[in-house]
């Protein structure tokens, strides 16, 4: 049974058009993390919500966003996309911050 | 800053090698440590981890890994490899208590049949 699941896996926008990638957990845990992965680097932290708490991290740019209207969902809104931004973007969770994460499939990003 | 670095991007062995994958990390301070996986069209997932005791830790699917503190190295094992082991190996320090899960580059592993 799908514990992390993101919609959706392939998202195809265009360049400077709004996209928005979502993430459900039925885990009931506490923090959801959002990582980008561009190809053959390693995931990177975007930022992370620890209940409701959002701790971005220092280099994310501005143009990433995130929302977690309740327990079980995550956003990630990418206000203006730029060919940059293509990449996997990863959601994870874990009961607790500094514990096992648990990865969902991840959302493959094409900016045209 | 954290960095973490691990020493192999491609390795390739035969069935039944035993492997070594390193990882080393630069934080001198209380850490956890993780070893991911992600076999071929999977999704990442936990291997092994070290939080704090024995510092040998035994993973899923006959892997462990030995957290060498004076050597800030927590390098990934198994004696004897298998065709369904191909995947890619990330090592991820986690700071205690900031919640940045930092990954390696990643190795990439080929099991030849």
């Known amino acids: 049974d799908a514990m992390v699941i993101q919609n959706p896996r392939y998202q195809v926008t265009q360049f400077g058009k709004p996209v928005t990638l979502s993430c459900s957990q039925t885990?009931?845990?506490?923090?959801m993390y959002w990582y980008q992965q561009k190809s053959s680097q390693a995931p990177k932290l975007l930022f992370h919500?620890?209940?409701?708490?959002?701790?971005n991290e220092a280099d994310t740019p501005d143009n990433f966003q995130s929302r977690r209207p309740n327990t079980s969902f995550c956003f990630l809104d990418i206000r203006s996309p730029g060919l940059g931004d293509a990449a996997m973007y990863l959601c994870a969770t874990s009961r607790l911050g500094g514990e096992t994460q648990y990865f969902g499939p991840g959302t493959r990003l094409l900016v045209l | 800053a954290q960095s973490v670095s691990q020493h192999n991007h491609h390795v390739i062995l035969s069935e039944a090698a035993s492997l070594e994958l390193g990882c080393n990390y630069s934080?001198?301070?209380?850490?956890?440590l993780f070893w991911y996986v992600q076999y071929p069209g999977q999704h990442l997932q936990l291997l092994l981890k070290?939080?704090?005791?024995?510092?040998l830790v035994k993973g899923i699917k006959g892997f462990e890994a030995e957290f060498i503190k004076s050597k800030f190295s927590f390098n990934l094992r198994k004696p004897s490899v298998q065709w369904s082991d191909t995947a890619e190996y990330f090592c991820?320090?986690?700071?205690?208590?900031?919640?940045?899960?930092?990954f390696g580059t990643g190795t990439r592993l080929t099991v030849i049949p």
């Open positions: 991820a320090p986690d700071q205690t208590g900031a919640n940045n899960l930092f």
């Open positions: 919500y620890y209940d409701k708490d959002f701790n």
């Open positions: 070290y939080f704090s005791g024995d510092p």
């Open positions: 934080y001198g301070g209380t850490v956890n």
């Open positions: 885990l009931n845990h506490n923090v």
